[in-house]
């Protein structure tokens, strides 16, 4: 990470482990703004997360999240939600690792069923059997957020004792 005085934390992990609120609760713990990357683009792009999918497919929507991440929020003091696919891309790890802390959160893969099966805003995951590939991403995908920065579980725990642990992981690492 390049040495910039207050950087930017990034959280990092599975669709339903909790990125979005968390990260509302230590932006403002910290006074940082928050971002929410599938918001962001959203907002950018005019259109739906599901849009995007439906009409320009998974890669362009790829393309939109690295764009965010490299032009699309401040370089410093900010919290940033990234949705579940970025950290996936390759190279990009290494990217967020550069700009700011990166934390992933994760449940067990039966919470993450619980949490997201009734949702209808994910378009991965919007099929007839949504827990079959749910299972599927997740096993594709767990052993990469594990090696995308400082792992923290949100399994079975308050949000005030899941924002502690972020706001102590990241403070120890900008000694701030």
Request: aromatic share 10%; glycine share 8%.
């Amino acid at each position: 990470m390049k040495q910039i005085k207050f950087p930017n934390l990034y959280l990092v992990g599975f669709m339903g482990v909790g990125k979005t609120a968390l990260g509302r609760r230590v932006a403002k713990e910290l006074d940082y703004q928050f971002f929410d990357s599938d918001k962001s683009i959203e907002k950018t792009c005019g259109r739906s997360i599901s849009e995007i999918f439906k009409n320009e497919g998974e890669a362009s929507f790829r393309q939109y999240e690295l764009e965010f991440i490299e032009t699309g929020h401040p370089t410093s003091r900010c919290v940033v939600s990234c949705g579940g696919g970025l950290v996936i891309q390759d190279g990009m790890k290494e990217q967020l690792k550069n700009r700011g802390v990166v934390i992933c959160l994760f449940a067990s893969l039966q919470t993450i069923i619980e949490r997201i099966s009734r949702n209808n805003d994910r378009p991965l995951i919007d099929l007839s059997n949504r827990e079959a590939r749910i299972r599927e991403l997740f096993a594709e995908r767990e052993s990469i957020y594990m090696q995308s920065g400082v792992c923290i579980s949100t399994e079975g725990r308050t949000i005030a004792e899941v924002v502690r642990h972020i706001l102590r992981t990241y403070k120890d690492f900008t000694k701030y």
